[in-house]
């Protein structure tokens, strides 16, 4: 195993408490070397934030909760070799989130280990792929998703956008060329009537290949697009809005990962005016700054980007863990995944259950604009995320879909 770090917190209680059930160990298994590291190296951060607090709780059983952690490299191949090995020592529960691509590489070694292995079952808790296919059909009974869709985002983002009248009637749709960027391309094609605008031209791009977006940022100003929507992240948003700021682009930037740290640095005043739609902010109200400035106090940082929904799964994976006894000299996974279907927190923004039917997460979701007025600023600039509108999770919702055919242990 290479680059494998073992982090424990290990506190005095603990050894008094334990009994005879082996300690939970968790696989991290992320990208966290490479140019989408940047994204991998935040879900860390979020996970050991909430995993700090579980064991200081007690952990699991009375013994803390171990997490090791195997750098992927952002490769399908590499993620697969690691969930191996993270299986192979012990880990019963595999943990990740960048990219769908490879999420959809592990929840389908998850699914073959666990068919190969009854009784020796492994949960996967995905906190970031957003593709549909995850709870469509390569849905599991193993696989839980604390993360949005494309559905989800582009239905709460059209909408606020068009009564902040900031939509247009031409949009620009521009995405990524895998399974993620082809779902958001096609909600944006789908919420055409109900956000009164027509897609002027549909862009699907190399993933982290494009060093320069000088020229799709020139596509997009001859197209004469009043907006642009794109469910870019990492690496291709980053040098995407530095193209924006380089060419003095105009049009509205309606994103979901807008709120990555240095995005708002590297777009300038280009980026003023710019809107997200993301599961949490700040200053939406007084639980959300509290949440952020515990945060803060503990990372050097406020939550942002894909951090507050990974704190929010850890939560809900907590609430699952109280309620789960030792089964021999471990955990019963089954058992564990069915309390996580119960598993329901009141977050900062509001009520987070699980949906038993998919393993999608429901929760609230904010549509919110880049603005010098905003309270928080971010990126060391004059500007920050000012809240829109705000969505229950009912709001937010899509339905299960059809091809999802879960098959559940008895």
């Not at 906190?127 to 869709?149: I, V």
């Not at 009043?226 to 990492?234: A, Q």
């Not at 500007?383 to 098959?407: I, L």
């Amino acid at each position: 195993m290479n680059k494998k770090q073992i982090s424990l917190s290990v506190c005095a209680l603990f050894a008094a408490g334990a009994v005879q059930a082996a300690p939970l160990k968790v696989a991290l298994v992320e990208t966290l070397s490479g140019p989408q590291a940047s994204t991998g190296l935040l879900y860390r951060t979020a996970i050991k934030y909430e995993l700090d607090r579980i064991n200081a709780a007690g952990g699991w059983n009375g013994a803390p909760i171990a997490v090791a952690e195997y750098d992927n490299q952002g490769g399908t191949a590499g993620a697969s070799d690691k969930v191996k090995a993270a299986i192979a020592e012990g880990a019963q529960i595999i943990i990740q989130g960048s990219s769908s691509a490879v999420a959809g590489q592990i929840t389908e070694d998850v699914r073959k280990h666990n068919l190969r292995n009854p009784g020796k079952e492994v949960l996967y808790l995905n906190m970031g792929g957003e593709a549909l296919e995850l709870t469509g059909e390569k849905c599991h009974f193993y696989h839980f998703r604390f993360t949005t869709n494309a559905i989800m985002r582009i239905k709460t983002l059209v909408p606020a956008m068009k009564e902040a009248k900031a939509l247009g009637t031409k949009v620009y749709a521009m995405n990524q060329n895998y399974s993620w960027g082809m779902d958001v391309d096609k909600a944006i094609k789908d919420n055409a009537a109900a956000g009164g605008y027509a897609v002027v031209e549909s862009t699907l791009h190399d993933v982290n290949k494009i060093q320069d977006f000088a020229p799709y940022v020139a596509k997009i100003k001859a197209s004469g697009a009043d907006s642009v929507l794109t469910g870019n992240w990492s690496n291709d948003l980053l040098l995407l809005m530095k193209a924006t700021r380089a060419a003095g682009l105009t049009a509205d930037f309606g994103t979901v990962f807008l709120d990555q740290p240095g995005n708002i640095g590297n777009a300038g005043e280009t980026a003023l005016g710019h809107y997200v739609s993301h599961t949490y902010n700040v200053e939406a109200n007084k639980e959300s700054e509290k949440f952020g400035n515990d945060y803060k106090a503990k990372t050097g940082h406020y939550p942002a980007y894909v951090e507050p929904q990974t704190i929010f799964g850890m939560q809900m994976l907590a609430v699952a863990l109280k309620g789960t006894k030792p089964a021999g000299d471990g955990i019963n996974v089954t058992e564990l995944a069915k309390n996580l279907e119960k598993a329901k927190i009141t977050g900062p923004m509001g009520d987070v259950t699980m949906r038993a039917a998919d393993h999608q997460v429901q929760l609230p979701m904010v549509v919110s604009k880049v603005d010098k007025g905003a309270k928080f600023k971010v990126d060391g600039t004059d500007m920050g995320f000012k809240v829109v509108k705000t969505f229950s999770a009912a709001d937010a919702a899509n339905p299960v879909q059809a091809s999802c055919n879960m098959q559940r242990p008895s």
